[in-house]
T-cell receptor, first 113, second 112 residues
Framework: DAGVIQSPRHEVTEMGQEVTLRCKPISGHNSLFWYRQTMMRGLELLIYFNNNVPIDDSGMPEDRFSAKMPNASFSTLKIQPSEPRDSAVYFC???????????FGPGTRLLVL | AQSVTQLDSHVSVSEGTPVLLRCNYSSSYSPSLFWYVQHPNKGLQLLLKYTSAATLVKGINGFEAEFKKSETSFHLTKPSAHMSDAAEYFCVGGGGYNKLIFGAGTRLAVHP
C-alpha cells in the first residue's frame, strides 16, 4: 500500500497567490482529514470528510481556506489569497469506517513570503 | 471534554538507556489512546494504540505503553534508546468517533 500521498511536498509562494494542496487517501478509506501544524499552535484539525462529504469544517481558519473532495481518492485544500501567517506544514490523514486510527501523509511544507 | 497532557516538552537520554515519555488523559469514558512519532520533516507514524483489549500495549521499534486507569496515564517506554529514536512523540486521544485529540508533543533527544 502506498499510504497517504500528498503533493507538493514543499511549496513556496508569495503573499496573495493561490495555493492548492492535494491529497490521495489510502484506497478503501472513507474518511479524510486535513490538519495544520505550526510551532505556536501544534496540530490543528481543519476539516474532515466522510464518504466525500464535509462533516466538520469548524477548524478552517477563515473564508480564504476551502477544501473539496470530488471523489473517494482525491481531496484538495485551497488557500486564496495566501498570507504569510498561513506558513505551516499541512497534513492529510485518512481512515476506514469503524476504525479510529488515522494514517498520515508526509505533509506539505508551505512557506508564504 | 476529553484532553491529553504530555508532561514533558523535551526529554534527553543517552543511547542505551531507558526512555519514558509521560502522558495523562482526562475522559469521562474509557478512551482510545495512541502514540504517534514524527521524525524530522516527516509525517506522523502510528507507534501503538490502546483500545481496551489489554492494558499493556506493544508497538513498533520496541516501544510499549501501559494504560493505567487509576492514574489516568498512558506513558510510553522503551528499555534501551537508539539514536534513530530521536523524534517528536505525540500522545493522542480518541475524541469521539471522528476526531483525535493531540497532546502538545515531546521532543526526544538521544545522545551518544
Amino acid at each position: 500500500d502506498a499510504g497517504v500521498i500528498q503533493s507538493p511536498r514543499h511549496e513556496v509562494t508569495e503573499m496573495g497567490q493561490e495555493v492548492t494542496l492535494r491529497c490521495k487517501p489510502i484506497s478503501g478509506h472513507n474518511s479524510l482529514f486535513w490538519y495544520r501544524q505550526t510551532m505556536m499552535r501544534g496540530l490543528e484539525l481543519l476539516i474532515y470528510f466522510n464518504n466525500n462529504v464535509p462533516i466538520d469544517d469548524s477548524g478552517m481558519p477563515e473564508d480564504r481556506f476551502s477544501a473539496k473532495m470530488p471523489n473517494a481518492s482525491f481531496s484538495t485544500l485551497k488557500i486564496q489569497p495566501s498570507e504569510p501567517r498561513d506558513s505551516a506544514v499541512y497534513f492529510c490523514a485518512s481512515r476506514t469506517s469503524g476504525e479510529e486510527t488515522q494514517y498520515f501523509g508526509p505533509g506539505t511544507r508551505l512557506l508564504v513570503l | 471534554a476529553q484532553s491529553v497532557t504530555q508532561l514533558d516538552s523535551h526529554v534527553s537520554v543517552s543511547e542505551g538507556t531507558p526512555v519514558l515519555l509521560r502522558c495523562n488523559y482526562s475522559s469521562s469514558y474509557s478512551p482510545s489512546l495512541f502514540w504517534y512519532v514524527q521524525h524530522p520533516n516527516k509525517g506522523l507514524q502510528l507507534l501503538l494504540k490502546y483500545t481496551s483489549a489489554a492494558t499493556l500495549v506493544k508497538g513498533i521499534n520496541g516501544f510499549e505503553a501501559e494504560f493505567k486507569k487509576s492514574e489516568t496515564s498512558f506513558h510510553l517506554t522503551k528499555p534501551s534508546a537508539h539514536m534513530s529514536d530521536a523524534a517528536e512523540y505525540f500522545c493522542v486521544g480518541g475524541g469521539g468517533y471522528n476526531k483525535l485529540i493531540f497532546g502538545a508533543g515531546t521532543r526526544l533527544a538521544v545522545h551518544p
